[in-house]
């Protein structure tokens, strides 16, 4: 399977932006999938996740109340709507996805995109 990112790109702090996971290739529809980060000199962290259905997200706590996690299985694409963007949300974005659980591991995940870039000016 592949996944594609796209929607990233520069916002002032206080706007908004959509990510896009486009799936192609091995069908991905029941897996867990969710949206991790990664900043510049930090480790990758946990953003949002979903299950299959979209019936149970979790967030982390830095975007409780600001990204929202969805998915259209028809389409086979995942978004995360960045509402009230902040200087410290800027990060590469990646998606991901795993038959398992919903983890909010890394090494939970076995299938990546190659990510977007995000960022947020002040």
């Known amino acids: 399977a592949q996944l594609v990112e796209s929607g990233g790109g520069l916002v002032q702090a206080g706007g908004s932006l959509r990510l896009s996971c486009a799936i192609s290739g091995r069908t991905l529809t029941n897996y867990f999938k969710a949206w991790f980060r990664q900043a510049p000199g930090k480790e990758r962290e946990f953003v949002a996740g979903s299950n299959w259905s979209g019936t149970t997200t979790i967030y982390a706590d830095s975007v409780k109340g600001r990204f929202t996690i969805a998915r259209d299985n028809a389409k086979n694409t995942l978004y995360l709507q960045m509402n009230s963007l902040k200087p410290e949300d800027t990060a590469v974005y990646y998606c991901?996805?795993?038959?398992?659980?919903?983890?909010?591991?890394?090494?939970?995940?076995?299938?990546w995109g190659q990510g977007t870039q995000v960022t947020v000016s002040s």
């Open positions: 991901a996805a795993n038959r398992v659980s919903l983890s909010m591991e890394v090494r939970g995940y076995d299938y």
